[in-house]
């Protein structure tokens, strides 16, 4: 039971560049969330999942878009970088039912560097 | 709106003494609250969460937290530091089941001397 798997771990994009993280769970978890952390600020809502087809844009969507391949899989795509969106990006998962109020389980993270 | 606030962004402890990380909240409607806990290069853990039933809430690693809705406030505790217990700590807010309205603080990075 791996829980909330990230991939890739580190990656550097050059500004204009795209990419994907991905991200999976094996908790048969409904729900699924995007978060970015910057210094001296907490975790900010990219996007989330709340249900298997469904997606939808949390505090701070523009630059990316996400794709909720499955139950497992929920995914983030940046289509043209910019070094504004240098950050750790983490990914989690919730039982569902009670939304925000359910425990979330977070993956280890992406260290992404834009230049 | 709801908001939340951690008092202090570092906190230096002695090695089995008492912690206390601060936190207040603003929230219109009844909350629950969350605290995280963040070791370096790794995902957040949850510590503890508040749902609206006992007013003290006891979670892992010996750390607990009391809601005191009289003086909006969720500070965590634990008697005696540990070594280990050295990382970033996030108390969260949320008044409603939508993703949208689940609102972090903004870090307490707790350090343990020898």
């Known amino acids: 039971n791996a829980g909330v798997t990230q991939t890739p771990k580190f990656q550097v994009l050059k500004t204009g560049q795209s990419m994907t993280l991905q991200c999976a769970q094996d908790m048969n978890h409904n729900s699924m969330y995007w978060y970015r952390q910057d210094p001296g600020m907490g975790l900010r809502l990219i996007y989330y999942s709340a249900s298997e087809g469904t997606t939808d844009k949390g505090e701070v969507p523009n630059g990316y878009n996400v794709s909720r391949l499955n139950k497992r899989e929920f995914s983030l795509r940046l289509e043209s970088a910019a070094p504004s969106q240098t950050s750790v990006y983490f990914c989690a998962s919730s039982e569902a039912g009670q939304g925000a109020r359910d425990t979330q389980y977070f993956g280890p993270g992406t260290r992404l560097t834009v230049l | 709106a709801q908001s939340v606030t951690q008092l202090d962004s570092h906190v230096s402890v002695s090695e089995g003494t008492p912690v206390l990380l601060r936190c207040n909240y603003s929230?219109?409607?009844?909350?629950?609250l969350f605290w995280y806990v963040q070791h370096p290069n790794k995902g957040l853990q949850l510590l503890l969460k508040?749902?609206?039933?006992?007013?003290l809430v006891k979670g892992i690693n010996g750390f607990e937290a009391e809601f005191k809705k009289s003086e909006t406030s969720f500070h965590l505790t634990k008697p005696s530091a540990h070594m280990s217990d050295a990382a970033e700590y996030f108390c969260?807010?949320?008044?409603?089941?939508?993703?949208?309205?689940?609102?972090f603080g903004s870090g307490t990075q707790l350090t343990v001397l020898p």
């Open positions: 969260v807010v949320t008044h409603s089941g939508s993703a949208r309205q689940l609102t």
């Open positions: 929230s219109s409607y009844s909350p629950s």
């Open positions: 508040y749902t609206s039933a006992a007013t």
